[in-house]
Each structure stands twice: as C-alpha cells, then as structure tokens.
C-alpha cells in the first residue's frame, strides 16, 4: 500500500508540472514533474526486476510484455517496455480535456508539427472527397 501511495504522490507531481514553464531549477513545478517522472520510471523499473527475478505467473499485461521482450525477433526492449507502461498510466489517468490541453500545448510548442498535422488532415480530407 505505501508504494501504491507513494507513486500517485510522484505521478500527481508529474502531472502537476507538465504543462508549467520549462525550468528545470529545485523549487519549480517542472522541476517536481521530472523528479515525479523519474520516481515514477524507478517504481515501473522495481517491479520490472521484481517479475523477471520472480517465477510467479500473474497473467497480467506485464506478464505479457515481459514474454515479448524475451522473444528473439521483437521491437520491445525493457526501456521500450517501462515507457510504455509510463504511457500506460498516463493515458488511463487523464481525462481527455487534459490530453487534448496537452496536445494543444505541444502542438503550439512545436510549429513544425503542425504543418505536418496540416498536410495529413488536407490529404485525409482530399481522400475522402474523392472517394465519396
């Protein structure tokens, strides 16, 4: 239960964060989002270890990442396996008006993004005019 606990406190300092100005200085609230971020990567990191030293079978969805990256021909390695479970419960957390916030925030950061958002929605919409 305390590591339960103990990682909504990292990832609420995390959410808190992500959307604050980026200065990475103690005492700032971005500076409390990447240390939320990297305790929160720490705990996903133990309990990684803990399956893979551990022979119980749970059967659950880390099970099963950890059957993929064991697997010879696979794109998952643990790095790939530890940030998807990070997106995992990010994506299961937030409600979709702060996803969409976050979106826009990102997108407005990053104007090269949007002309590529921009030529795929033109060609979407092209598609489907001609199409139909």
């Not at 406190?9 to 990447?34: V, W």
């Not at 270890?49 to 969805?61: A, C, N, W, Y």
């Amino acid at each position: 239960m305390k590591e339960s606990k103990k990682m909504k406190n990292n990832y609420n300092a995390f959410m808190a964060g992500l959307i604050s100005f980026p200065l990475n200085i103690p005492g700032t609230a971005f500076y409390a989002c990447i240390q939320g971020r990297n305790n929160v990567i720490k705990v996903i990191k133990d309990t990684i270890k803990q399956r893979k030293e551990s022979r119980t079978i749970h059967g659950d969805f880390l099970d099963h990442l950890l059957d993929e990256i064991k697997k010879e021909e696979t794109f998952l390695n643990e790095k790939t396996a530890i940030d998807m479970v990070f997106l995992l419960l990010f994506a299961s957390y937030e409600t979709t008006s702060s996803a969409i916030t976050l979106a826009i925030k990102s997108v407005s950061d990053h104007p090269e993004v949007l002309a590529e958002l921009m030529v795929c929605l033109c060609f979407f919409i092209l598609l489907l005019f001609f199409l139909f």
